[in-house]
């Protein structure tokens, strides 16, 4: 056996701290060590062409390299060793630079000693690690998106066009989102319904799209290029496949604009079957069994009005939610966001107050789609004075501390807005710094202010309150002289969605401090989670506006066509194997197994490699020892456990 | 402190730390990213899950001379295999019981849950566990050293 030690300055990221130089002399003073070198930069070119000649020249059996995080390179330098001829599961990092040389900046000694404690421990791993062989399964050539807003659909409409079966599903009746409530989008002050309808009808109408609106991801089993999805259609009451989106029915229903629209933000009503805009995908009717008169009571009048006024004898109050199994190789995760409820700070009145509404609200409100038709009204009148109030639940240090990067702009639109429908009026925005960063977003803003909106600063902690008088709002700002308004509009933060906990658990992935999914690294790997085969599309990643979402969601498709395209995919060989001899067949690893890999067959347990993730469950479970996982085994971890305590090796 | 001078002032405790590979792990990457400073006495391995810590490491562990072990897992509800972080808490919480039984303080031995994003946490985990167990001394019931 021999081994050879690489020892990373990473510039100065390790040197600086750790004396690599001490490092690696030791290392040489280590079992089976037969190399140890230190380098500048061991991933670079030179630095792998050192660590390959070495495997050619000496015959190393097994490398070590002492650098950053395995979480970072280790990939590179499996694929390195293997180049040279090695086995790349002969392989083991020691991580000097995020869990010593960075952590420990201030202590050099110690930081050194533990360096070479990490190294000892690898080494000591590396004497035992074994060459494995990859296994070669199949991808199933077909996607799912889950989420149908404009992330879901470019991501939907990318993966499509590659020539790939795309499951899309929407929990709502309509694809569309977030985005088609918007009215303008800003700078461009592109009509938002004109740019997102052509897309959600090409969704619709695409030969690789199958579209599932109004269902739920309930279960995902499975691994990369073989995930096994369950989705629960919930019953709609109306066969899609008669209904012709006439209206007939709504017209008919019974409680026609008494149910509140929560398309309209409630401003508007709507009936208890109805569809949530007039440009839906699918323009299919649902019923709302919350509302619906007849499936809350099971009477309504003599009969359903809804059901006698369908020509088409779609409506079927007897439907039932359907359970459905979808095969796919990968998934994008799309779910968007929801906003901030401003009522939970009771100063800026939300709630009590009918002068002060949410910038969403507005944004129906002055959509010609919208409850008053594009009018811009408050209590019956046209406002003469409108406030803008910013960072409503975002850069907050007890709440949202990020900002949500989109209410500045938005807030510029909506204040563009009224000075559009309104000449006359005064329009008055407190901002607390005016982050106006993106493509023409900057000239947008000064444009705005050029139209004669007056911007005022805050400082963040200053205090803000909106109080009542008469059919006026007084918006009393610290700093500044009280302004009585017509119109309060808070720009209220985006978050991630509320029933996220219940999506979360579906899906297996990990969400940050801010509450949105993970990428499992922030710069260069921003689509991806730590689950091989999923990927992140839009806001359920961090506020984005429609431009990064867009971009973004071609990302995660292109992310979740590689595996498609290449039609197999390489198994993790590190994966349970039962020592027979030891095995006595009592049947706990069976039990363990959170994925049904292990069985009994005759007295012993058997390992289903292509079903084992390599979690080690059964392994810690075993009482004999007799099920170990390949490059974790027990023997290896002791091994790790002993050298790193003993001060000689 | 600057210590570059390579004089051992005083007894520094040595603790071994098993981390899962998706949260904890990650959570302790993300503390150097963040370059957040903590004690240099746990030395980490990495594995898949917390659930894949058998308690005979622990008890190794202690036989070799360690003076206080650390396990590490994704928060409950959240672990990347579903239920393994369950399978270490319910056969963990045992351990503390056979450490009593065994005449080793069980407070020398903890579990936490550190995230992904939990940087700050992992920082502050390691720097109260180390002194906890420098209060508690050198443990020598297993390792059968003097201390």
Redesign the interface.
Same mark, same amino acid.
């Given at each position: 056996m021999k081994i050879g030690v690489y020892v990373c300055e990473c510039g100065t990221n390790i040197s600086g701290t750790v004396d690599v130089a001490d490092v690696a002399e030791y290392a040489k003073s280590l079992p089976n060590v037969a190399v140890s070198k230190y380098y500048k930069y061991m991933c670079s070119d030179p630095g792998q062409l050192l660590i390959k000649d070495d495997i050619k020249e000496l015959g190393l059996t097994h490398v070590v390299v002492a650098s950053c995080s395995p979480r970072m390179h280790e990939p590179t330098f499996r694929t390195v060793v293997e180049e040279a001829g090695m086995n790349a599961y002969c392989f083991e990092m020691a991580n000097i630079r995020e869990h010593c040389s960075w952590a420990h900046m201030h202590e050099k000694f110690k930081a050194t000693e533990k360096a070479k404690d990490l190294v000892k421990m690898s080494v000591a791993k590396a004497a035992l690690l074994e060459p494995l062989e990859k296994k070669q399964v199949p991808v199933t050539p077909a996607a799912l998106v889950i989420g149908g807003g404009i992330a879901g659909i470019q991501t939907a409409l990318e993966i499509a066009e590659s020539g790939f079966k795309t499951y899309l599903v929407e929990s709502t009746p309509s694809i569309g989102g977030r985005m088609a409530q918007l009215d303008k989008t800003f700078p461009t002050m592109d009509c938002s319904a004109c740019i997102l309808t052509p897309k959600m009808v090409d969704v619709a109408r695409h030969p690789n799209i199958e579209l599932l609106t109004y269902s739920e991801v309930t279960g995902i089993d499975g691994y990369i290029g073989n995930f096994t999805v369950t989705v629960k259609k919930k019953a709609r009451y109306v066969d899609i496949e008669k209904c012709v989106g006439c209206g007939l029915c709504a017209e008919a229903c019974r409680l026609k604009d008494r149910v509140d629209d929560e398309f309209n933000e409630n401003l508007g009503k709507r009936s208890a079957i109805y569809v949530p805009f007039p440009q839906a995908v699918p323009l299919k009717y649902t019923i709302d069994p919350e509302k619906c008169i007849f499936l809350k009571t099971g009477k309504c009048g003599d009969s359903p009005p809804c059901v006698g006024a369908c020509a088409a004898d779609a409506i079927n109050h007897q439907q039932e939610d359907e359970i459905i199994e979808l095969d796919v190789g990968t998934i994008v995760v799309a779910t968007g966001f929801d906003l901030y409820d401003p009522s939970q700070k009771p100063e800026y009145g939300y709630g009590k107050i009918k002068n002060v509404i949410t910038g969403m609200e507005f944004e129906r409100l002055v959509s010609a789609s919208g409850p008053t038709e594009g009018h811009i009204e408050i209590n019956g009148k046209e406002p003469e004075k409108v406030v803008f109030i910013q960072c409503v639940g975002s850069r907050d240090k007890e709440g949202n501390e990020y900002c949500s990067r989109v209410c500045c702009m938005y807030t510029a639109k909506h204040a563009h807005l009224v000075r559009d429908k309104i000449p006359g009026a005064e329009v008055i925005v407190y901002n607390t710094d005016v982050r106006a960063y993106g493509k023409g977003f900057e000239e947008f803003y000064v444009r705005v202010m050029d139209e004669g909106v007056k911007y005022l600063r805050r400082e963040l902690d200053d205090q803000i309150e909106v109080v009542e008088n008469g059919d006026k709002a007084i918006v009393k700002a610290e700093g500044h002289p009280d302004i009585e308004a017509d119109l309060v509009v808070l720009a209220t933060a985006i978050e991630q969605k509320k029933d996220i906990a219940d999506i979360s658990k579906v899906l297996k992935i990990s969400r940050g401090a801010d509450n949105f999914f993970l990428e499992i690294h922030p710069k260069l790997r921003p689509m991806d989670t730590a689950t091989s085969g999923i990927f992140l599309g839009g806001c359920c990643q961090g506020p984005k506006d429609i431009p990064d979402t867009v971009a973004q969601a071609s990302g995660a498709a292109a992310k979740a066509t590689i595996p498609l395209a290449q039609g197999k995919i390489d198994l993790d060989p590190q994966t349970s194997f039962v020592i027979e001899n030891n095995c006595a067949g009592c049947g706990l690893c069976v039990e363990a197994c959170p994925y049904s890999a292990i069985e009994l067959m005759d007295g012993k347990a058997e390992v289903n490699e292509a079903l084992c993730r390599g979690c080690g469950l059964c392994s810690a479970t075993c009482r004999s020892g007799a099920i170990q996982l390949k490059g974790l085994t027990d023997h290896q971890l002791i091994s790790m456990i002993k050298s790193s305590l003993s001060e000689v090796f | 402190?600057?210590? &570059?001078? $390579?004089a051992k002032e005083s007894w &520094?405790p040595?603790i =071994?730390g098993f981390f899962c %590979?998706?949260?904890s792990?990650?959570g302790?990457?993300?503390? $150097?990213?963040s370059? @957040? /400073?903590?004690p240099?006495t746990i030395? @980490? =391995? !990495? #594995?898949?899950?917390s $659930?894949? #810590? %058998?308690p /005979?490491?622990v008890l !190794?562990?202690f036989q070799? *001379?360690?003076d206080g072990v650390l396990v590490s897992g994704?928060h409950p *509800?959240?672990?990347?295999? @579903?239920? $393994?972080n369950y399978?270490?808490r319910r !056969?963990l919480t045992l351990m503390e019981d056979l450490l009593e039984f065994t005449g080793v303080d069980p407070s020398r031995f903890q579990m936490s849950w550190v +995230?992904? +994003? &939990?940087g700050q946490k992992f920082?502050e985990v390691v720097t109260e566990f180390t002194e906890r167990i420098k209060k508690l001394g050198p443990q020598t019931k297993l390792s059968g050293g003097e201390g």
């Open positions: - | 402190m600057e210590d &570059e001078g $390579g &520094e040595k =071994i %590979n998706w949260c792990y990650a302790a990457d993300l503390a $150097g990213t370059r @957040i /400073q903590y240099t030395r @980490i =391995i !990495k #594995v898949m899950c $659930g894949r #810590v %058998n /005979q490491f !190794k562990a070799e *001379g360690a994704c *509800g959240d672990c990347h295999y @579903i239920e $393994g399978h270490a !056969k +995230s992904a +994003s &939990e920082a």
